[in-house]
């Protein structure tokens, strides 16, 4: 693999519409080469547009570089992409599909030994079609990785994945960055950008709106600690406001108490308790990506996208 370049991504004040929608709004970022980037965003903020936009799979206003050049004068194989919508020939095998794919580059990496970095050694030879909808997007990542590119564009690499296939790809996306690959990375999953990215960039109405790494964006954006209560009983704001005298907000439908440190857990449930609140359950919660994505859209993503930052303990 080539030495990283300082920039191995640049945008700069890139524009696209689609007739009347605006689906970049004079974006300007600059990746360095070994960097892996987390780009989110609502559905229709951009995201998908931008990749395209960099890989030269569209035109767009502004400029765009990839190593140094223009996408279309980029060597091909020294760039790797995964799109979000990926459809292989169904009676292909894993090792066909991959095969196929290194047969496209003069230098491609050795097809098990991509095969075996997705987990797909034991189902090799199983057709596409009858793989799992998680083997099928590990297959696809395969596609993406058998040239071994200096650059690697991965819109949702792990949607459909099982847990236990997210953690083999994330640790694959590390070992990838440290030997100097610069990662594009889109994704739904906040738990996944905080896990994997060195900075983040968030996309809203085709406009960048935050850029920089997940600590910062969180000390900046992300709010206060919190607990929220579940109660056995239905108990209002003001209720548990009185009870606490500390502030009281919605959060995901559930009642929460701001700026609660978590040695504090025990005293704050122990006052509620005193004042009659019946305490079933309750989950304490540093802020995190997902509160950033929050307060920057105005858009929520679901619980489940947060259970691995949580602590929650059953009273």
Request: hydrophobic share 40%; proline share 4%; net charge negative.
């Amino acid at each position: 693999m080539a030495e990283a370049e300082a920039a191995a991504l640049v945008a700069d004040d890139v524009r696209k519409r689609y007739g009347d929608v605006v689906a970049l709004d004079g974006v300007s970022l600059s990746i360095t080469g070994g960097e892996v980037f987390g780009l989110v965003g609502p559905n229709g903020a951009g995201k998908t547009t931008l990749v395209r936009a960099l890989t030269g799979t569209t035109g767009c206003e502004g400029s765009v570089g990839v190593l140094g050049v223009p996408p279309d004068e980029v060597d091909h194989a020294r760039v790797g992409l995964l799109p979000q919508s990926f459809h292989p020939a169904d009676r292909l095998t894993a090792r066909e599909l991959v095969a196929y794919y290194a047969g496209l580059y003069d230098h491609a990496r050795s097809v098990e030994a991509v095969l075996d970095d997705v987990g797909l050694a034991d189902d090799a030879d199983t057709w596409y079609e009858n793989l799992s909808g998680g083997q099928q997007r590990r297959a696809c990542v395969g596609t993406a990785l058998v040239n071994d590119p200096d650059v690697l564009f991965l819109d949702e690499p792990t949607t459909g994945i099982d847990p236990a296939g997210r953690r083999s790809l994330w640790r694959l996306i590390d070992d990838l960055a440290a030997g100097g690959t610069t990662v594009l990375l889109t994704s739904h999953s906040m738990g996944e950008v905080e896990r994997l990215a060195d900075r983040v960039g968030l996309l809203r109405d085709g406009r960048l709106v935050a850029v920089g790494t997940p600590e910062s964006l969180i000390a900046e954006h992300g709010g206060d600690s919190r607990l929220v209560v579940d109660t056995s009983r239905p108990a209002d704001r003001e209720t548990l406001a009185a009870a606490l005298d500390a502030e009281v907000v919605e959060h995901d439908g559930r009642l929460a108490v701001r700026d609660v440190a978590l040695a504090d857990v025990g005293d704050v449930v122990a006052r509620l308790e005193a004042a009659g609140v019946d305490v079933e359950s309750f989950t304490w919660a540093e802020p995190d990506l997902a509160d950033v994505y929050l307060r920057l859209t105005g858009e929520s993503f679901a619980p489940a996208e947060r259970t691995d930052v949580e602590t929650e303990v059953e009273g």
